[in-house]
């Protein structure tokens, strides 16, 4: 009797804590953008602006996914694979983005590629754009979604182990076709994971494009700066819109990372 | 390494490119300490809090059993695939001045807890839920049946188990809380003194032109996720050596 008093006290605080913090607040948006039916939310929602800043964030999304798949695929092969001097290095480095401020990260790439940074004079002479423009905005976003596919990759090519691709090896494949074969099969579903969580961290970055970008608005303006810009602008109902858009996007990413979280333990 | 490298290279050089003397100046300036001591205070609280109901919460979710489970436990990364910003709107949608439950706690320090309770829910969870279920049910069966109470088996054979995984999560939680920026913009008001933390303090820096300033007080948030990072291999290292 007592022990199931325990283990429904238990779930009650567990279920309140999570309904408090997470699914609460989530609704009160969802119901108060569509107190008044879906046509005030489509208006706000398809503003040149707002369409323009949902194609940005799409395009610097689509540049930043394949660059970290790649070179977190990279990266996994480097770390567990290969010895090298440096290893430890890289291996602390990678998850370095993870645990760093956004803020800093932008400030920091401010300072480098902004007017008086190092590299900031050499690329005006040549008439070159990245601060205020879109490569800033998408170095910035490569940084903060850097680890994700290696941080998926790395536990599985460890678990896996190196036996097939010696075999393959072995009966003289070259490195090209046992990676192609062998390991890009075997570690599939956690490259999907880690891309899935690229994807979700790109579209909702923040504090780091919010200083490279210079908010110029209907050029620089992503859609998480456009939900600050609306907000700033007393247009909650614009600022709920595009959130709900954003919070659709999440959701979608949450079913796709339980449909695939068991396969990735199978394999 | 280029890519995370070169950047912070420079950032460290922007930082004490005008001496020690200005970089020293640009931390203990007062506004700077007040939001550094806070971003610390806030952080360790969301730390404490997130050990105990993110332990509770993975085990309800290894443990228990219930209807929805699977949703539940779905529902757990949602902070993660939400930007932040947007946890920021919605936390002020229920607990700002228009909330329909009547708690408005907007623009306070309380609301700095909640947004930073809020993006680090999933770290202690999931760090915890893995240990838990490897650890043998028949332990704590064995324990309880040779007359140990369930709190001194939760002390003596459970805790000890999943304290690295509790240890980690945390560190990690307190990192992504130091660093936290887009989930506090808009809830806290970014009052001097008051609700600005060292993350919004250096944007206002930055948007005022005083990037020597920005950059210094950069780098001591950098050194807190270095060395936060460092303690997390530490803790690994120990958890791990029992396997080698």
Redesign the interface.
């Known amino acids: 009797m007592r022990r199931l008093v325990s283990r429904l006290g238990l779930r009650a605080i567990a279920l309140l804590y999570l309904a408090v913090i997470l699914v609460g607040p989530l609704a009160i948006v969802f119901w108060r953008t569509f107190e008044d039916g879906f046509a005030p939310a489509w208006d706000a929602l398809t503003t040149p602006e707002t369409i323009n800043a949902f194609k940005l964030t799409l395009i610097i999304t689509a540049i930043a996914v394949p660059v970290n798949t790649v070179f977190g695929i990279v990266c996994a092969l480097a770390i567990v694979r290969r010895r090298f001097p440096g290893k430890g290095l890289l291996n602390a480095f990678i998850d370095l983005p993870l645990a760093l401020s956004p803020v800093v990260v932008g400030l920091s790439l401010f300072l480098l590629y902004g007017q008086e940074g190092w590299f900031g004079s050499w690329l005006s002479d040549h008439g070159i754009e990245v601060l205020f423009a879109l490569p800033s905005m998408v170095i910035a976003t490569i940084f903060v979604s850097l680890p994700f596919v290696a941080r998926e990759v790395v536990p599985t090519l460890r678990e896996i182990g190196d036996d097939q691709e010696q075999a393959a090896f072995t009966l003289g494949a070259s490195g090209w076709q046992t990676f192609w074969r062998i390991t890009l099969p075997s570690i599939r579903w956690a490259v999907i994971y880690g891309v899935i969580l690229t994807t979700a961290r790109c579209l909702g970055e923040y504090g780091a494009v919010a200083v490279v970008s210079g908010r110029l608005q209907g050029q620089t303006e992503t859609a998480t700066l456009r939900v600050q810009e609306r907000w700033d602008a007393f247009d909650l109902a614009g600022a709920y819109a595009i959130s709900i858009v954003l919070a659709l996007i999440a959701i979608l990413v949450l079913i796709a990372m339980t449909v695939i979280r068991p396969k990735e333990e199978i394999s | 390494?280029v890519?995370?490298?070169?950047?912070?290279a420079?950032?460290m050089?922007?930082a004490t490119s005008e001496g020690t003397q200005s970089f020293r100046d640009a931390v203990s300036s007062p506004e700077a300490v007040a939001a550094l001591k806070l971003t610390l205070g806030a952080s360790f609280a969301v730390s404490i809090l997130n050990a105990v109901?993110g332990t509770?919460?993975a085990?309800?979710?290894v443990?228990?059993d219930?209807r929805g489970k699977?949703v539940?436990?779905?529902?757990?990364?949602?902070?993660?695939?939400?930007?932040?910003?947007?946890?920021g709107?919605?936390?002020l949608?229920?607990?700002g001045p228009t909330s329909?439950v009547g708690i408005d706690v907007a623009f306070s320090r309380t609301a700095i807890v909640?947004a930073l309770?809020?993006v680090t829910?999933p770290f202690v969870v999931r760090t915890v839920q893995p240990v838990l279920q490897e650890l043998d049910p028949e332990l704590e069966e064995a324990a309880h049946s040779l007359g140990a109470s369930?709190a001194r088996t939760f002390v003596k054979v459970i805790l000890p188990n999943i304290l690295p995984g509790i240890l980690s999560g945390v560190a990690?939680a307190f990192?992504?809380a130091?660093?936290?920026?887009?989930s506090l913009?808009?809830i806290t008001g970014n009052i001097p003194f008051e609700t600005e933390v060292?993350?919004?303090h250096?944007?206002g820096r930055?948007e005022s032109g005083d990037?020597a300033g920005?950059?210094a007080v950069?780098v001591v948030?950098?050194g807190i996720?270095?060395l936060?990072?460092l303690s997390i291999?530490v803790i690994r290292h120990f958890a791990t050596r029992h396997d080698r």
Not at chain 2, 3 to 8: A, C, E, N, R, S
Not at chain 2, 72 to 87: G, H, S
């Open positions: 390494m890519m995370v490298g070169l950047p912070l420079a950032l050089w922007e109901l509770i919460t085990w309800v979710l443990r228990d219930f699977t539940v436990n779905a529902i757990i990364d949602l902070p993660f695939a939400l930007p932040t910003i947007v946890a709107l919605t936390l949608a229920l607990y329909p909640l309770m809020f829910l369930r990690l990192a992504k130091v660093g936290e920026f887009g913009v808009i060292s993350s919004v250096i944007y930055i990037s920005a950059a950069a948030l950098l996720s270095f936060t990072l291999g």
